[in-house]
């Protein structure tokens, strides 16, 4: 098997549930209260979708070799904001997602196994959207609006 299929098989994981509740199913039905709502120093669920756009879609320019603008952060901690509202950010990460699955199955093998890496770099982007979604996961059970039917029931 080979870059491509296993990039094709954690894509699909993180847009439909797999082994873990995929992107998709953790944002699910949130209303903009429940995605902005905070318990301590947690993030919410909406500057932890909103660092996964500033980071997918740059990463998504790069692969498709638009220049990416240098932006001025001085600390990753910078990246979680709530600049976009809940139902913009909801349906961006998931355009970026789809852009993400539709580029990868259409992609020569040598283009993800190339001196750029980017099957290493795509193998490490999946596993942080992974482990944001755990975040948003446990933040929904928290608050009391995870709905078992979206997985994960304990």
């Known amino acids: 098997m080979g870059a491509k299929s296993v990039l094709n098989e954690q894509m699909n994981a993180l847009h439909k549930n797999h082994w873990f509740v995929s992107l998709t ?5 949130l209303t903009p209260e429940q995605a ?4 301590g120093d947690f993030n919410s669920i909406l500057e932890i979708v909103n660092h996964l756009i500033f980071y997918n879609e740059r990463y998504l320019n790069r692969f498709k070799k638009i220049p990416v603008s240098p ?9 979680f904001t709530d600049h976009q509202n809940w139902n913009e950010a909801a349906e961006h990460i998931q355009e970026i997602m789809a852009e993400w699955r539709d580029l990868i199955k259409g992609s020569e093998e040598s283009c ?3 001196e750029e890496n980017w099957n290493i770099i795509l193998a ?11 975040q ?9 609006s995870w709905n078992e039917a979206y997985g994960v029931s304990k």
């Open 36 to 39: 902005s709502w905070k318990q």
């Open 124 to 134: 490490n982007f999946t596993v942080h959207v992974a482990y944001h979604v755990g």
């Open 136 to 144: 948003i996961v446990l933040l929904r059970k928290l608050q009391g």
């Open 25 to 29: 199913n953790a944002i699910e039905g």
């Open 71 to 79: 932006k001025n952060i001085s600390s990753i901690k910078e990246t």
């Open 112 to 114: 993800l196994n190339n």
